[in-house]
């Protein structure tokens, strides 16, 4: 039986290899196309396009089928790292343990590669690589607009930019990650099963697994940036608190906050349990969000 880290290896591998055939383009401009890759090539598990992968595997699909959506969910989730550490939001040094792209090429360049990243992603998946559904494929490609837009993921960050300073309450505080990082969690999980062809039960179950897990795992960011190290974290710990960023740990105390992960991980798989052993490695995903050091 594969333990879950040979899963996420073997996965990550495999989308790493097709995620840089992707750029190579020599219409791209060289500078451009650097930036970009420098941002994709910083590390991290691929947690969302590896989510992709086991949703669509959960319901019978496989990974090559749903590699395009895997490689195009990414490039959002880097597009959305490379603005979130601009001067003019977070104003990181470093991520993942590396300058972030804006030290390196400069502000200009790294606006530039996450816009193209955010466009390249909805390139690639307006041309599916098989025959496939069409009208679905339009849903998901809509499913991903709206998480990674105004009602997600950058509706989220405009609510922590202006809540920073600010004391939230706890349902504030969800309402904001559920934006921010539980959407493009969410939406990873189902697009590889609706590509798939996934029954609707299905599909509503893996929503309510995709939004339990984004909440625990922003939790477990929270609990890291004070118990992890600086090796581990790649980054300044205690940097959100630094910046006055609302946290879990900060609202409802750390000892709550690591109960709240562990319900939210528990539901989030028996949530799962009309699914059989293929199921098994968003299982195994749930349980490794409290686990992970980075």
């Known amino acids: 039986m594969m333990t879950i880290e040979t899963y996420l290896a073997k996965n990550k591998e495999e ?3 097709s995620l840089f055939d992707y750029l190579q383009d020599e219409s791209i401009p060289s500078r451009l196309k ?7 090539k910083a590390g ?5 396009p590896i989510l992709v992968i086991a949703g669509a595997e959960a319901v019978g699909g496989t990974a090559q089928e749903v590699m395009h959506i895997a490689c195009a969910l990414e490039m959002i989730h880097t597009f959305s790292l490379i603005h979130d550490d601009l001067p003019a939001m977070d104003n990181d ?3 993942r343990g590396k300058p972030t792209n804006h030290k390196v090429f400069g502000e200009a360049a790294a606006i530039l590669a996450g816009d193209a990243l955010l466009a390249e992603a909805f390139y690639i998946l307006s041309k599916p690589p098989f025959d496939c559904n069409l009208k679905q494929m339009l849903k998901i490609i809509s499913d991903i607009a709206y998480a990674t837009g105004a009602r997600g993921m950058t509706g989220g960050q405009q609510i922590d930019m ?6 939230l309450s706890e349902g504030e505080l969800k309402h904001l990650h559920n934006l921010k990082t539980g959407r493009l969690i969410t939406v990873s999980v189902t697009s590889g099963a609706k590509y798939c062809g996934a029954s609707r039960e299905k599909i509503e179950a893996l929503e309510k697994y995709g939004k339990l897990i984004g909440l625990a795992f922003q939790i477990a960011d929270d609990i890291l940036d004070i118990e992890g190290s600086e090796e581990e974290m790649g980054k300044d710990l205690k940097s959100d608190l630094k910046k006055g960023k609302a946290t879990f740990p900060s609202i ?5 906050s690591k109960m709240m992960e562990k319900s939210l991980i528990e539901d989030a798989i028996n949530v799962l349990s009309d699914f059989g052993k293929s199921a098994d490695p ?3 995903i749930a349980r490794y969000v409290i686990e992970r050091k980075n």
Not at 34 to 40: F, I, N, P, Q, V
Not at 252 to 256: F, P
């Open 15 to 17: 989308i790493e290899k």
């Open 34 to 40: 650097e930036a970009m890759e420098y941002s994709l």
């Open 44 to 48: 991290g598990k691929r947690i969302r």
């Open 93 to 95: 040094d470093l991520r």
């Open 162 to 167: 202006a809540s920073t300073g600010k004391r």
């Open 252 to 256: 409802v105390g750390l000892i709550r």
């Open 282 to 284: 968003l299982r195994g």
